[in-house]
């Protein structure tokens, strides 16, 4: 059976969201410097969303992502040396260099992939849920999407499906209210709340800026899930501070809406909340110098490993076992 899961302490959730800050940061600067090939998509401000959901999520529940998906893949406990060697193009990376930052994924913490097609990771998240489904063994999969994919084709297929099996998934929409460069108000005519209704589909509501909220919520959305009752859509409200894209200058974003959205930081709420609980700075502290050491150490790991052999490019893209003939 899947692992009994409860929900995290204040200081476990607090680092996985430094560690989610912090990785962004630095790949912020060495996407600046050159040091990071092809597009970076970071999730700076929604970090409460990814430690929330998946410190609840046990070693064999899988979940899918986004092209929007460190954060997703650092929560699920993606190794960090593997993590920053493959956004740097190494051949040491989790993925052999060969997927970068939107493809990011590890088998191993079950995390199917980040993806960069909108709503590309619902499919792989609920075949990953029919699997646990006939392996019976209380596993859940969650797929993480923006509130740009609830337009997609995919993802009602995805919700017609999941209601009709019953399937054990967590539908979580990071609703930071853009659709790239679109509001929301501008790309869909409904609402998540509408959509699970329409499937008859449970459905919940979190505050994606409090950690602890969205913690509760995917609890309860979990154990709803593991047994047997089906699939749930779970939506937490959250900020997005960068643009689409890293460079992304927002021009179409107003002042004042970028303005409070950066006013908003999980992360200072959180800590506030814990010093309050009587959680000592110096540890918070402490705790943080840990993460920033930890992080430059993979970072210079990373530089440190070889480039991607060329030869090795087909590798695990077609299959060298012999033909099977119907």
């Not at 939107?102 to 097609?117: F, T, Y």
């Not at 894209?245 to 006013?263: H, I, M, T, V, W």
Request: aromatic share 6%; hydrophobic share 45%.
């Amino acid at each position: 059976m899947s692992d009994i899961v409860q929900i995290p302490s204040a200081l476990a959730l607090h680092r996985t969201m430094l560690l989610i800050r912090r990785a962004e940061e630095r790949l912020s600067r060495l996407f600046a410097d050159g040091e990071i090939p092809g597009f970076l998509h970071l999730s700076l401000g929604q970090e409460a969303v990814a430690a929330g959901i998946c410190g609840v999520l046990g070693a064999a529940d899988t979940i899918a992502s986004t092209h929007r998906g460190h954060g997703h893949a650092l929560a699920k406990g993606v190794d960090l040396d593997g993590f920053f060697a493959e956004i740097m193009g190494r051949a040491n990376g989790l993925c052999g260099g060969r997927g970068g930052s939107i493809h990011v994924a590890e088998m191993a913490v079950g995390m199917l992939g980040a993806n960069g097609i909108v709503g590309g990771g619902l499919p792989l998240a609920l075949g990953s849920a029919w699997a646990h489904q006939l392996r019976a063994e209380g596993a859940v999969a969650v797929a993480f999407f923006g509130d740009g994919a609830l337009a997609e084709g995919a993802m009602h297929e995805c919700l017609n499906i999941a209601a009709l099996w019953k399937l054990p998934m967590v539908f979580a929409c990071e609703n930071n209210g853009w659709s790239e460069f679109s509001p929301q108000v501008l790309q869909l005519a409904t609402n998540p709340q509408r959509l699970a209704s329409a499937f008859g589909l449970r459905y919940e509501h979190a505050d994606g800026m409090d950690v602890t909220a969205v913690a509760e919520a995917a609890l309860a959305c979990t154990s709803h899930a593991r047994s047997g009752q089906g699939a749930v859509v779970l939506e937490c409200a959250t900020q997005r501070w960068h643009g689409h894209f890293e460079g992304d200058p927002q021009k179409y974003r107003a002042a004042d809406n970028l303005a409070e959205a950066r006013s908003q930081d999980p992360l200072v709420a959180h800590r506030s909340r814990m010093l309050e609980q009587g959680i000592a700075a110096a540890q918070i502290e402490s705790m943080e110098a840990e993460v920033l050491a930890l992080i430059e150490s993979a970072i210079e790991r990373a530089r440190a490993g070889s480039e991607p052999d060329f030869a090795a490019t087909l590798r695990d893209v077609y299959t060298t076992g012999a033909r099977h003939h119907g």
